[in-house]
């Protein structure tokens, strides 16, 4: 890992805990900053209404107004998604809504982009819809840098990703798409645990300034994006725990790795591997702690190309 990352690790990585919610809505209200929240659904009818409940009851109340906006932008449900997230007090829209004049695209991205048009919040955060054991901290932990650091304009959340009953196991494409893409051509990014994670918030000047990949790519294309744009030290992370959520099957997994590879691909300059290293993270007693290890780049050339193997071919 490299040593400015390191640095990184240690200046802009930060627990949920860490910022208390009195000193949140006291920075808050001394900037006059606003902050939307925006889930991005498709067929959460299962999930959405408790995760939009607990912002409400949690993060707009009268004693912790931490949100001002709680936009679920639907791409297109065809279960009860729209009518659960407002009943639980969403301000439903449809992507359709959004920019008519331009014919919506399919993806995630698409929501995520034509939300900047529905919202109106200083700082924007995402959240996916099909969390399970949502808290609160999933918002006011990536909010809360931006509301008292100045300098900070981006900050994703991390966490342990269990698969089924096993811990850490999660975040399949992480490990075997973005994680390697992300050591390989973009070293200063190898800090983030969860680069292709669905929760992060950002300020509304920044989005605003950054290209949208419309499909799955959206995560690893804004945290690239937001490093060329405004710099390393502009970005953070917060710990909130545990991210427990809907699995995709593995001709899934595979289709969303491709859109990450094709947007890897627009981005990529054009030269040698930049460091022949991976980072990746172990949870311990003190936090999430990065192993670096080192990444096969040698080659052999074709067999048939060497000299001893064609002599026993001859023979």
Request: charge should be neutral; aromatic fraction near 6%; hydrophobic fraction near 45%.
């Amino acid at each position: 890992m490299l040593e400015e990352v390191e640095r990184w690790l240690a200046r802009r990585s930060w627990s949920a805990a860490d910022r208390p919610l009195d000193q949140l809505l006291a920075a808050k209200r001394g900037a006059g900053t606003t902050v939307s929240v925006v889930l991005p659904a498709l067929n959460e009818e299962a999930t959405v209404g408790a995760i939009v409940a607990t912002i409400r009851r949690e993060l707009m109340s009268e004693a912790v107004p931490l949100v001002d906006e709680l936009v679920v932008l639907d791409s297109g449900s065809t279960d009860r998604t729209g009518e659960v997230a407002a009943a639980a007090g969403a301000r439903v829209v449809h992507r359709d809504e959004v920019l008519p004049r331009l014919p919506a695209l399919p993806g995630k991205g698409e929501v995520l982009w034509r939300s900047l048009l529905a919202t109106s919040g200083d700082i924007v955060c995402f959240v996916d819809a099909d969390l399970r054991d949502f808290s609160a901290g999933f918002v006011s932990g990536i909010v809360g840098p931006l509301l008292t650091d100045p300098e900070v304009q981006f900050v994703k959340a991390m966490y342990d990703r269990p698969l089924g009953e096993v811990a850490g196991q999660g975040g399949r494409v992480t490990e075997l798409v973005a994680r390697p893409l992300l050591n390989l051509h973009w070293p200063q990014l190898a800090g983030f645990v969860q680069p292709l994670g669905g929760e992060y918030a950002a300020r509304r000047s920044l989005l605003e300034r950054l290209p949208f990949p419309v499909g799955y790519g959206v995560e690893l294309g804004l945290l690239v994006d937001a490093l060329h744009t405004v710099g390393l030290d502009a970005l953070a992370q917060v710990d909130v725990g545990v991210r427990v959520h809907r699995h995709q099957d593995g001709r899934a997994l595979g289709r969303m790795a491709a859109a990450i590879y094709r947007t890897a691909q627009l981005r990529l300059a054009r030269g040698h591997l930049v460091r022949p290293a991976l980072t990746q993270f172990e949870r311990t007693a003190e936090g999430f702690v990065p192993r670096t290890y080192a990444v096969d780049t040698e080659e052999r050339p074709p067999m048939a190309g060497i000299p001893e193997y064609a002599r026993r071919r001859a023979a």
